[in-house]
């Protein structure tokens, strides 16, 4: 067994992770830490760090939906930053750009491309292998795009994904963004067919709970199950077998 995980809404794109003894922070985005003990509504907390000997804060770029500075609200010799290449230098960190990797924490991190800013972040720790997009997704308005440029953004997502094609993905967060209008789900269900997570939880719905719900209805499979995690501080546990077989534990409230 590769033991268990927690999986936690935070908002929007941000999810932190329980493996083990170590706590992954992927684009916290809120607008205020949450210092005191026991929020229980998906902010990260004293004493969350408290209950595991190291914390690892993700950042996959600086837009301010994935990135607030109330991450160094917790520092610490075993708290770490890791951020995309486009992060301000004033920030300290482990700055990433596309086909960098690091080891820090125990985890080995390798950043990937992205189709806006920054870079997305796969994780591989204790047994387990993770994958943030970030930005990372086939941004289009098939309504008001023209065809030139629509077709200029299906060859640079494509792009960018191709190397992801093979790798092992445990659990995936990817964007599924309603703004978008028709078709807006055509990244997650490129992602979907040719990466083929295990897990994949939808994120970046702007508030539309009902997109996240509704992708995750419409598009089950045998090989991947998708979890919408709509309410901040909700989770999932999940465990991974010998055989590779991961099962998901109805939501933790």
Do not use: C
């Not at 003894?21 to 902010?43: I, M, P, Q, S």
């Not at 807006?184 to 997109?211: E, N, Q, S, T």
């Amino acid at each position: 067994m590769s033991g268990a995980v927690q999986v936690t809404y935070i908002n929007h794109s941000g999810f932190f992770v329980s493996v083990g003894e170590t706590l992954l922070v992927f684009d916290d985005a809120t607008e205020k830490a949450d210092l005191e003990d026991g929020a229980g509504d998906g902010r990260v907390t004293r004493a969350l760090i408290g209950a595991h000997k190291r914390a690892l804060f993700f950042a996959s770029h600086a837009h301010a939906d994935h990135f607030n500075p109330h991450i160094y609200d917790f520092p610490g010799e075993t708290v770490y930053y890791v951020l995309g290449e486009d992060v301000p230098e004033k920030y300290s960190g482990y700055r990433l750009g596309e086909g960098d990797m690091l080891t820090v924490g125990g985890a080995q991190v390798t950043a990937f491309g992205s189709t806006d800013e920054g870079v997305s972040f796969y994780v591989e720790l204790d047994g387990w292998t993770f994958f943030h997009a970030g930005d990372l997704n086939l941004w289009h308005w098939r309504e008001h795009s023209t065809l030139k440029e629509i077709e200029q953004a299906e060859r640079e997502y494509v792009h960018a994904v191709a190397p992801l094609i093979g790798k092992p993905v445990d659990i995936a967060f990817f964007p599924v963004d309603p703004r978008m209008g028709e078709m807006h789900d055509a990244g997650a269900l490129h992602f979907l067919m040719h990466v083929k997570p295990r897990v994949f939880i939808p994120m970046h719905w702007w508030g539309r709970a009902d997109v996240a719900i509704e992708f995750a209805r419409k598009n089950q499979e045998k090989r991947t199950e998708i979890v919408a995690l709509t309410r901040p501080g909700q989770s999932i546990r999940a465990e991974k077998a010998e055989n590779g077989e991961i099962t998901v534990d109805p939501y933790i409230a």
